[in-house]
């Protein structure tokens, strides 16, 4: 089961330069949660943060009950331990072969036996399916092999939570849909609790259970994943519209002058684009921690933008998610594990199919 993590007023700055300040959130234990933001606005900084890389100026980041940035260095070291991370480029030791890539947290931080370590690597390496390429070098695989491997090895030490940095850069389109799926599949699994931090528009928009946007050194908005992708916020519309107008410019924020001449000339910032039906587990397994399509929404009294929850094959999945969770409940059941009872209102249901063929397409 994953950990909760709560931030409370944490600010990070380099010299006279604040990155963000009085940042306060909280990543629900076994929750996939996303980060966006421009480029540059601290949400490398932030990952690093929260696993004690980097110590912010002020506030708290509470790991269970444990408050990250005032533990003395033996406590800090044993928390980690609760903590994957992908980073980046797969950061992956050029000289080593995957099988000793993904074995080095085991032997650096264990005292399990050879065949120990092995059973876990091979464990590991098929969750992401890299069975088979344990002697390969990285430099003799692809850009979307090094970032399994990377999560593979996030993973041999069973972590409570994985922090995943940009796992799309560098990416074309279909593997970076792979490595989507894969993310899914690997909470639906583990349990663990998941912070992405990407620039992937659709990533964002079908991955996570909730999703935070960083800008002008603050946390701008951070709550379910239907609030932010219903949002009226001109920063968030903009970003998610991939527009030029709105605050954010080619290079920081625009000045008061440019949003004002925008306004003049009358710039149509895009209507909010319809929420898709959020990616669900390759098997049709229910997440606890997934949401009803449209619940939220409902319960706050917003009406999403039209065609939201609607698949590719036409179906709207406010209307038939009810029918998928009882197709989903084991024999003789009231009601899907996990998930509210029958009749609840704004209930904590897993995840809609996606738009896409595969699991719970046909149910």
Partial sequence: MGVEIRVEGLTKSFGRQTIWQDVSLTLPAG???????????????????????????????????????????????????LFGVLFQDGALFGSMNLFDNIAFPLREHTKKSESEVKR???????????LGAEGKLPGEISGGMKKRAGLARALVLDPEILLVDEPDSGLDPVRTAYLNQL???????INATFLIVTHDINTARTVPDNIGLLFRRELVMFGPREM???????????????RKVG???????????????????????GK?????PQLMASDGRVRPAQHAPGAWCAAHGVTPPPGSFIDDLGRNWVEEWPRYVASMAPAGADHVPGGPPPGAPGGRYPSPPPGQHGAGAGY
Avoid: C
């Fill in 228 to 242: 932010l992708l219903s949002s009226e916020e001109p920063v968030v519309r903009q970003f998610l519209n991939a």
């Fill in 120 to 130: 876990i690597v091979l464990e590991k390496m098929d969750m992401v399916g890299l």
């Fill in 31 to 81: 929750e996939i949660s996303v980060l966006l933001g421009p480029s540059g606005t601290g949400k490398s900084v932030f990952l690093k943060s929260l696993v004690g890389l980097l110590k912010p100026d002020r506030g708290h980041i509470w790991v269970g009950d444990r408050d990250l940035p005032y533990l003395p260095e033996s406590q800090l070291y044993d928390t980690r331990k």
């Fill in 183 to 189: 993310i899914v599949d690997l909470n639906a699994q």
């Fill in 247 to 269: 605050p954010i410019g080619m290079s920081e924020e625009k000045d008061v002058s440019e949003l004002e001449a925008e306004a003049k000339m009358g710039h149509d910032p």
């Fill in 272 to 276: 909010l684009p319809p929420i898709p």
